[in-house]
């Protein structure tokens, strides 16, 4: 799944002088991201768009505060593991 998402296939269709849809229907500049995405890789998966565009990549660091206190929950329900 992830060669699909760097689109590796589209980059050795390209080394070996093969046609490819991704380096042949580049999206204009004025809207260089499509919201379907190119070559069937939907954007917000596309790794390649990832690395050149800040905006899409993933936040890093610590989960939200909701979401830690969700986890905590579930903590708290399940009883506590004994030692063997």
């Given at each position: 799944r992830w060669m699909r998402a760097m689109h590796i296939d589209a980059f050795f269709e390209y080394m070996l002088g093969k046609q490819h849809s991704y380096f042949l229907h580049i999206p204009p500049?004025?809207?260089p991201f499509p919201e379907?995405?190119?070559?069937?890789?939907?954007?917000?998966?596309?790794?390649?768009?990832r690395a050149l565009d800040p905006k899409f990549k993933p936040k890093r660091g610590r989960r939200k505060a909701d979401d830690a206190d969700e986890e905590l929950e579930t903590e708290i329900d399940t009883p506590a593991r004994k030692r063997p």
């Open positions: 500049p004025h809207d379907d995405g190119r070559d069937g890789v939907p954007l917000e998966e596309d790794l390649a768009i």
